[in-house]
C-alpha cells in the first residue's frame, strides 16, 4: 500500500517539475529568424524534449519515481511582443524613438530523427515620421520558411524569409515594396555545467527584388553575416527562470547604406550586446524580457525614405516578448 501511496505522490509531483524543467530558448532556425527580426529573444520552444523527474521520499525509505515525457513530432507556436525601438541589423529603422508591436506564429513538424521543418509568419506594426514631419503608420508582414538538422550539439540550419511592407512606398517603387531572402545559419552548444554557451553564425543573401526596380526595398545582390554568442545561465527552478546573455557582430556586404542613405558599403556593421530573463511559468506559457545596447560606426541610414537622420552611434532600447507553445 505504502508503495502504491508513493507512486501516486511521486506522479503529482512530477506535474510542476516537469513544467519548471521545461527548456526556454528557441531552435537554431528560429534564433535565425529571430536575429533577422530586431534582436529580441523569444521565450518558447519550437521542439519538445524528454524530461525525467526523479524525487520522492518517505518515512521508512526512498522511492524513486521516473516520469518521462514523450518527443513531439509537431509543434505549434505564437507569440507577441513590443520593443522600444525596431533596430534591424544595426539600424534604428522607425528612428525618433518609435516602438514596435509584433505578432508571431509558427509550425513546426520533425518526420525523422533530427530533423525538423518550420514555417511561419510575423506581423509588425508601428510609427514613422516622413521628411514633412507627418505621422503615417509602419508594418511589416514577414512569411518565413526553414529546416534544422542537428548532429550531436550542432545544429544547421537552411531556410527562406519574405519581407512585405504595405505602406512603404518610393517615387521609383510605387507602393508595397518587397524582398526575398535565404539564409544558411550555424549554431553548437557547450555545455559547461548547468550553463550552455552556443557560438552561431547565420548569413543573410537577398534575392531580390533589386531596389530600384517595382517593388523592390533592398540593394540587390546585397547580403549580411552575423557572429554571435549566446549564453543560458539557469537561475531558479531548475532553469524555468534563467539569464541569456548574448553578443554578436555584423558584417555588411552592400545591404545597408551610410552617409544618410547616399553610399552602399562593405565591411563592419555594428556591434551588438544584450540581456534576456526568460521566465516558463508553465510548459506552455513563458515571457522573456530584454535589454539591448548596439554600437555602430558607419553613419547608418535611419529609416530608408522617412527622414529620421541616421542611426545613433550608441543605441539602447528593451522590450518584452510573450510565448504560447504546444
Sequence with gaps: MKKIIALLAGVLLAVPLAQAQSETGTSAGAQAFDMARSGAISAGRTTAETVTVTDYKTAGGKEIVVVEEDEKWWSVNA?????????????????????????GADVGISPWENGT???????????????????????????FAEYTHTFGNLALTA???YYYYPNYATEVSGPGNSQNEIFFGAAYDIA????????NTTYYYNVGPELGSYGGAVNGGSSYWILGLDMNVPVAYDGAVALEPYTQFGVNFGYNNNNFGATRFNGGNNWQTGVALPIQFTSWFGISPY???SYQWQQLAAGAGTG?????????????SANFSF
Design 117 to 143: 521543418f518550420v514555417a511561419g509568419v510575423w506581423y509588425g506594426v508601428g510609427s514613422w515620421w516622413n521628411g514633412a514631419n507627418a505621422q503615417a503608420r509602419y508594418g511589416e508582414l514577414d512569411v
Design 159 to 161: 531556410g527562406w524569409i
Design 291 to 293: 535589454v539591448a545596447y
Design 192 to 199: 559547461l555545467g548547468p550553463v550552455t554557451i552556443t557560438p
Design 79 to 103: 507569440s507577441t511582443g513590443w520593443d522600444s525601438l525596431y533596430m534591424f541589423r544595426g539600424v534604428n529603422v522607425l528612428g525618433n524613438g518609435n516602438g514596435l508591436y509584433w505578432l
Design 308 to 320: 529620421t537622420g541616421a542611426t545613433a552611434v550608441n543605441t539602447f532600447w528593451g522590450g518584452i
